[in-house]
């Protein structure tokens, strides 16, 4: 499916028309994988558009440069105050935000120091990930036979352009086997994460999601499920997680931007069954607070 186009797309620093926001074949990061992105998401809510947690991942994006050593020339709330403009010059009231830093055209090789770094924030229309079916009943994953890579080959801290490339082997992998997602493993054999999501186990009433040490992204979904379910009164873990640990589970989900929050009803031919008590509350709660309807965490929304 195409993407749907809207009007505007923000490149550094100006708005420019959809269909002019290219780039040039010699790009460093087309052809290296050398950029760092986010994925956020806007809702509307009974007060206007929001997005949630916009500042949080524009933090994550400058944290994700710095390992690369890739210095972002926008700060954080800049950045921010494009994302806003690029969504009311839109007229988009939900949408899907994708801002990008990458180093753009100079010079080829892999010193890319004297490479300038452009950044661009992109908004479209773009519904749910893994299906609205998939939110209701849940949906089928298999391990991946790809390893997630590690910490000191490709560092999983930075969400950056080239990691995806795992991902997409694993993603290709798994539908093509006829399953809706994968499940990355790292060289130790620990859970790490789906191919675009973090992956949540719940038994005996214990939540317990892997370690951002396994390999998995630093989600900032993640961290926001972790401090609803905390403050549903349920205990909250990060720890190893093996294969088994999945096959044993009450209930299993993912959550991402794009993803949501996504319940998982078989794991490698093995029955999970329907949504739980424990999922169904989550999302409960993640679903009104990220459209304007539950005030706990309404700090969590930047209204634009």
């Not at 997630?148 to 990691?163: L, M, Q, T, V």
């Not at 997409?168 to 990355?184: F, H, P, R």
């Not at 720890?239 to 209930?251: H, I, K, N, P």
Request: aromatic share 10%; hydrophobic share 40%.
């Amino acid at each position: 499916m195409s993407l749907p186009k809207v009007d505007k797309i923000w490149m550094n620093g100006e708005l420019v028309d959809w269909d002019d926001a290219n780039v040039h074949v010699l790009t460093h990061g087309l052809h290296y994988g050398s950029g760092v992105f986010e994925g956020i998401r806007a809702y509307k809510t009974p007060k206007g558009t929001a997005v949630f947690r916009l500042t949080e991942h524009m933090k994550r994006l400058h944290r994700s440069g710095k390992i690369y050593a890739m210095d972002i020339p926008y700060t954080v709330d800049e950045l921010v105050e494009a994302t806003k403009l690029t969504i009311r010059e839109n007229k988009v009231d939900s949408c899907y935000i994708r801002p990008l830093a990458y180093r753009g055209y100079s010079e080829m090789g892999l010193f890319p120091q004297r490479v300038p770094v452009d950044v661009v924030v992109a908004v479209w229309p773009w519904g749910t990930y893994l299906g609205e079916d998939g939110i209701k009943h849940g949906v089928r994953v298999r391990i991946s036979s790809f390893r997630r890579h590690e910490a000191n080959a490709a560092p999983p801290a930075a969400k950056a352009s080239g990691h995806y490339l795992n991902s997409i082997l694993a993603k290709q992998e798994v539908l093509a086997s006829g399953y809706d997602e994968a499940i990355l493993l790292n060289s130790e054999g620990y859970v790490t994460d789906g191919s675009g999501e973090n992956v949540f186990v719940v038994r005996d009433g214990v939540i317990t999601t892997p370690p951002t040490s396994s390999g998995a992204l630093e989600g900032i979904t993640r961290d926001s499920v972790m401090k609803m379910a905390k403050d549903l009164g349920y205990e909250v873990r990060e720890a190893d997680l093996v294969r088994s640990d999945l096959y044993l589970a009450d209930e299993l989900f993912f959550t991402g931007t794009a993803a949501e929050i996504v319940p998982i009803r078989e794991i490698d031919d093995r029955l999970v069954g329907e949504p739980g008590p424990v999922t169904r509350k989550i999302q409960d709660i993640f679903f009104a607070t990220v459209h304007g309807e539950d005030d706990r965490y309404a700090s969590w929304l930047e209204h634009v």
